[in-house]
Antibody, heavy 122, light 105 residues
Framework: EVQLLESGGGLVQPGGSLRLSCTVS????????MIWVRQAPGKGLEWVSG????????YYADSVKGRFTISRDNSKNTLYLQMNSLRVEDTAVYYC???????????????WGQGTLVTVSS | SYELTQPLSVSVALGQTARITCGGD??????VHWYQQKPGQAPVLVIY???KRPSGIPERFSGSNSGNTATLTLSRAQAGDEADYYC????????FGTGTKVTVL
């Protein structure tokens, strides 16, 4: 069974940093692209970032470019999202999700993790 | 950047059919995928590549895509279908629709 489990969320002050992790099992992690998606309280889904299976290709939403860094450690079956210079508007539940096909994260996503809450507040 | 527009809400009587639209410029030339999200839960894929159903998704869920509109059709609506629904495409980045809240009356 494919499983994704996010961790690392919490309360952080504006300007601070946080690193999210997504640990996966049940599939060959290095083969598939992965993404991070966030959902602010009461709002819709917002794509944040994506990475190819090898980690060589990365993609970012304009809203986080230059502040967030996506990476992966295929030996540990873990996806990361390093978030720096956090803003109040980054407050959201952050989900990781697996691309359905090999390679780049350009397809549909299934399954998703349960999410981890990031709160940016003073 | 590419934008996907969905109606804010759709209401459907129990056992009837609901249609949720997703509008985008020439969306018919793209692959459209649909997700269901119930309160407090992660999104779940219900349709991929316009009209294909993942295993475990009831046949009551179907999809179509043409021109500037993609449509998710929910037949014989049940109380358990109440949820938010999002469309998604790839256009140089992953793009999600604005989301539609489906209420079953």
């Amino acid at each position: 069974e494919v499983q994704l489990l996010e961790s690392g969320g919490g309360l952080v002050q504006p300007g601070g940093s946080l690193r999210l992790s997504c640990t996966v099992s049940g599939f060959t992690f290095s083969t598939y692209g992965m993404i991070w998606v966030r959902q602010a309280p009461g709002k819709g889904l917002e794509w944040v970032s994506g990475v190819s299976g090898t980690g060589t290709s990365t993609y970012y939403a304009d809203s986080v470019k230059g502040r967030f860094t996506i990476s992966r450690d295929n030996s540990k079956n873990t996806l990361y999202l390093q978030m720096n210079s956090l803003r109040v508007e980054d407050t959201a539940v952050y989900y990781c999700a697996k691309d359905a096909n090999y390679g780049d994260p350009v397809n549909w996503f299934d399954p998703w993790g349960q999410g981890t809450l990031v709160t940016v507040s003073s | 950047s590419y934008e996907l527009t969905q109606p804010l809400s759709v209401s459907v009587a129990l056992g009837q059919t609901a249609r949720i639209t997703c509008g985008g410029d020439n969306i018919g030339s793209k692959n459209v995928h649909w997700y269901q999200q119930k309160p407090g839960q992660a999104p779940v894929l219900v349709i991929y590549r316009d009209s294909k159903r993942p295993s475990g998704i009831p046949e009551r869920f179907s999809g179509s895509n043409s021109g500037n509109t993609a449509t998710l059709t929910l037949s014989r609506a049940q109380a358990g279908d109440e949820a938010d629904y999002y469309c998604q495409v790839w256009d140089s980045s992953t793009v999600f629709g604005t989301g539609t809240k489906v209420t079953v009356l």
